[in-house]
């Protein structure tokens, strides 16, 4: 059986952005997402996965997802 597999960011890598970039990535306050960021780093998450991705989690990332042929 095939399998989707969403993409996702590591924290620790879109914490390199500066806040203007933050901000336009994610579309607010890029220092507000900094600390949100930070915030989820401290409470163990790693990744941030894209919309939708059922199941998704903060530390392994997408399960993957059977494709209907």
């Given at each position: ?5 969403h993409?996702?960011?590591n924290?620790d890598?879109?914490?390199k ?6 901000g336009?990535?994610f579309?607010?306050?890029g ?5 949100e960021?930070?915030?989820r ?5 790693r990744?941030?996965?894209a919309?939708?991705?059922?199941g998704?989690?903060?530390v392994?990332?997408?399960p993957?997802h059977p494709i209907?042929n």
């Amino acid at each position: 059986m095939k399998m989707r597999q969403h993409v996702c960011v590591n924290i620790d890598t879109i914490l390199k952005f500066t806040d203007e970039k933050l901000g336009d990535i994610f579309e607010g306050d890029g220092t507000e997402i900094r600390d949100e960021l930070l915030e989820r780093k401290a409470n163990g998450e790693r990744l941030i996965g894209a919309d939708g991705c059922e199941g998704f989690d903060p530390v392994t990332g997408c399960p993957g997802h059977p494709i209907s042929n």
